[in-house]
């Protein structure tokens, strides 16, 4: 066989994608802000409760007071990648989680949401929701992305069954990729791509219908994003 009979990928009109900046992202119930410690600070320590568990999974460990906290979160404000983000409550204005976006490759079209935390009062609600749905909106139809990662420990189920729920495919695991807080940690990988976000889109756009929640803001049917791609 010589080289041109060998079998390459399909031909790519591409143009690279547009790296993220540090512009608020609107929605409907929550806004993504780029995190200020100044700004943010405050309502995150509360946000974040006293529960040391919702750290288990996170490179970092719960501070012991607002201090250490504000100071970790001016190193998350300083760079790029990863690109750090409060999400704020639009009922109240407070911050009440985080994510990011990381490992961002503008001239491949990849890259990945991680860090993420979300405080007990917006855990499996309508605002945790919405912010991952507003973080793979943009990547895909403003920034020109053709793939969104998510990873996590192999261990930590609920994030498993989250990028389920939020329409990530199961990829695969990669034994023994990260040593963290001194233990080993199996990396489970999940992508969407933009041949598959028309469709994820649609699920999430029925889902956040206001006509979808009763008076206290439960939900009347779940999310179908699911795509059933993979094993896991």
């Known amino acids: 066989m010589n080289q041109s009979d060998r079998p390459v990928g399909a031909p790519v009109d591409w143009t690279p994608a547009v790296p993220p900046s540090r512009t608020p992202i609107p929605g409907a119930s929550v806004t993504l802000e780029p995190i200020d410690a100044d700004r943010h600070g ?82 499996r609600r309508r605002e945790s929701t919405e912010a991952i749905y507003l973080l793979a909106r943009h990547v895909f139809e403003e920034l020109g ?26 990829e695969g695991l990669f034994r023994q990729a990260i040593v963290y807080k001194n233990r080993n940690r199996d990396t489970t990988w999940y992508g969407m791509t933009d041949g598959d976000w028309p469709e994820i889109r649609a699920a999430f756009d029925a889902w956040l219908d206001p006509a979808n929640f009763d008076p206290d803001g439960e939900q009347k049917s779940p999310l179908a994003a699911r795509r059933d791609f993979g094993t896991d």
């Open 145 to 170: 992305y053709r793939r969104l990662e998510w990873k996590c420990d192999s261990l930590n189920a609920p994030s498993r069954r989250a990028a389920k729920r939020f329409g990530f495919s199961y």
């Open 42 to 123: 405050e309502s995150l320590w509360e946000a974040k409760g006293d529960d040391p568990a919702l750290w288990t999974y996170l490179f970092d460990d719960p501070f012991e007071n607002s201090t250490l906290f504000e100071a970790w979160l001016r190193k998350c404000a300083k760079p790029d990648d990863p690109l750090c983000f409060a999400i704020i409550d639009n009922a109240d204005g407070k911050a009440k989680g985080m994510a990011s976006y990381m490992r961002i490759v503008p001239v491949h079209g990849v890259i990945e949401i991680g860090s993420i935390w979300f405080g007990p009062e917006i855990q």
